[in-house]
Every structure is written in structure tokens, then in C-alpha cells.
């Protein structure tokens, strides 16, 4: 892939911006050495994994299907679990309801784990791709709460909403993953997931020091 970081930062000058960001998808080592070359450094990468169906993994661990009486029980897990994250984390209702109303929106598929005091503590939410061909199944969003971490939840969720997608007939899966988020990676890695492509933010600032 082709970009011209020079034009970037060029254009980022003449508007007499500090700093600008350049977002690669399919980013490879050729990139990275042109976003050097410009003076800019990755600041952040989104991989995107995959792995085949069917899975032979399998939980005990009980779930259901989400229920509108879930949504504050849902924000609040979702928003301890991401409170790091620039794009999962702070939802609002507003956000949640407008993501239900996409067209790809399949209430089956979004899955939920009840403590044994009946709390919401953990989630799966899955996405079908039915745009391309073959269709791919996603692992949406996945989340323990924070004060549930521990006892295997992530695992069984994972594995809970790859089964409920190879039951939808499809044969691939895939999911996102911050490439600095060792134990998610971990996780993926066990449960057969592969790096299918990156996605890398890069971004020049005027003093030449790596943004943060």
C-alpha cells in the first residue's frame, strides 16, 4: 500500500497543525519504513485475527441471550472493561441503541454471563459479515468486568460466541485486538487465532518526539 506521508506532514504544516495522523490499514514493514523516512512514528496497532470453524473447544459456563433490561447492567461492564480504550470505552445508551438498530444487529448473538447473584459480570457480542463471500463471523466485542477477572470467563465468552457462529453455518471467524493487550493476545493465541492484517495509526509532531 502506497501512502505519501511527506504530503501528510506537509499538509499538516501549511495548516500550522503541531501534529497529524496518518491511519493504515494493511500496514506492512514497507510503511513503516516510509513513515520513518517522514518522521513519523506508529503510535498505535489494531491487529485483526482470524481462525477457522468449527472449534472443539468447549464451556460449562452458562449464557444467555442480551434483554433490553440489560442495558445499564451491560454499560457499566463494558465501560470498567474498556476504560482504556478510545473507541469501546465511556459508551452511552444512545451508542448501544444505535448499534442494535444496525442492519447486522442479531439479538441471539449477543451473549451474557450472570454471576451467581444474578450480576451481569461478562459478555460476548457477535457480528455476522454476510457482505462478503464466503461470510465471516465476528467476535464484536468481548469483556469480563474487571472485578471478575480470574476465573476463566474470558475463555468460555470467547469460545461460547465461536459457537454460536459455526452453529450459523459459517466457517471463518475473526476478531480485533490491540497489539499492546498481552493477555487478550494470549487468549487468542490458545484458542487458534492467527494475525489475518494490521491496522496502524502513525503520527508526526513538530518537535520530532513520539506522540503518546
Same mark, same amino acid.
Given at each position: 500500500?502506497? =501512502?505519501?506521508?511527506?504530503?501528510? %506532514?506537509? #499538509?499538516? $504544516?501549511? !495548516?500550522? /497543525? &503541531?501534529?497529524?495522523?496518518?491511519?493504515? *490499514?494493511?500496514?506492512?514493514?514497507?510503511?513503516?519504513?516510509?513513515?520513518?523516512?517522514?518522521?513519523?512514528?506508529?503510535?498505535?496497532?489494531?491487529?485483526?485475527?482470524?481462525?477457522?470453524?468449527?472449534?472443539?473447544?468447549?464451556?460449562? =459456563?452458562?449464557?444467555?441471550?442480551? %434483554?433490553? #433490561?440489560? $442495558?445499564? !447492567?451491560? /454499560? &457499566?461492564?463494558?465501560?470498567?472493561?474498556? *476504560?482504556?480504550?478510545?473507541?469501546?470505552?465511556?459508551?452511552?445508551?444512545?451508542?448501544?441503541?444505535?448499534?442494535?438498530?444496525?442492519?447486522?444487529?442479531?439479538?441471539?448473538?449477543?451473549?451474557?454471563?450472570?454471576?451467581?447473584?444474578?450480576?451481569?459480570?461478562?459478555?460476548?457480542?457477535?457480528?455476522?459479515?454476510?457482505?462478503?463471500?464466503?461470510?465471516?463471523?465476528?467476535?464484536?466485542?468481548?469483556?469480563?468486568?474487571?472485578?471478575?477477572?480470574?476465573?476463566?470467563?474470558?475463555?468460555?465468552?470467547?469460545?461460547?460466541?465461536?459457537?454460536?457462529?459455526?452453529?450459523?453455518?459459517?466457517?471463518?471467524?475473526?476478531?480485533?485486538?490491540?497489539?499492546?493487550?498481552?493477555?487478550?493476545?494470549?487468549?487468542?493465541?490458545?484458542?487458534?487465532?492467527?494475525?489475518?492484517?494490521?491496522?496502524?495509526?502513525?503520527?508526526?509532531?513538530?518537535?520530532?518526539?513520539?506522540?503518546?
Amino acid at each position: 500500500m502506497t =501512502v505519501d506521508f511527506h504530503a501528510a %506532514r506537509a #499538509a499538516a $504544516a501549511a !495548516a500550522g /497543525l &503541531d501534529s497529524t495522523t496518518v491511519t493504515v *490499514a494493511a500496514a506492512d514493514d514497507a510503511v513503516d519504513r516510509a513513515a520513518r523516512h517522514a518522521g513519523f512514528h506508529c503510535t498505535r496497532e489494531l491487529l485483526q485475527l482470524r481462525r477457522p470453524l468449527p472449534i472443539t473447544d468447549t464451556t460449562e =459456563v452458562p449464557v444467555r441471550t442480551y %434483554r433490553p #433490561a440489560d $442495558a445499564g !447492567a451491560w /454499560l &457499566d461492564v463494558n465501560n470498567r472493561a474498556f *476504560a482504556w480504550h478510545p473507541e469501546q470505552g465511556g459508551w452511552t445508551l444512545a451508542q448501544l441503541h444505535a448499534t442494535q438498530a444496525e442492519p447486522w444487529y442479531d439479538p441471539a448473538g449477543f451473549l451474557v454471563h450472570e454471576a451467581p447473584d444474578g450480576r451481569l459480570d461478562a459478555f460476548c457480542w457477535t457480528k455476522v459479515h454476510g457482505d462478503v463471500d464466503p461470510p465471516v463471523g465476528e467476535i464484536f466485542v468481548i469483556a469480563v468486568d474487571p472485578a471478575a477477572h480470574g476465573a476463566g470467563l474470558g475463555r468460555a465468552l470467547v469460545v461460547a460466541g465461536l459457537t454460536h457462529l459455526q452453529q450459523h453455518g459459517l466457517h471463518h471467524a475473526m476478531l480485533y485486538v490491540e497489539a499492546d493487550n498481552a493477555p487478550a493476545l494470549q487468549l487468542y493465541d490458545a484458542l487458534g487465532f492467527t494475525v489475518h492484517e494490521r491496522t496502524r495509526w502513525y503520527t508526526w509532531t513538530a518537535d520530532g518526539a513520539p506522540s503518546t
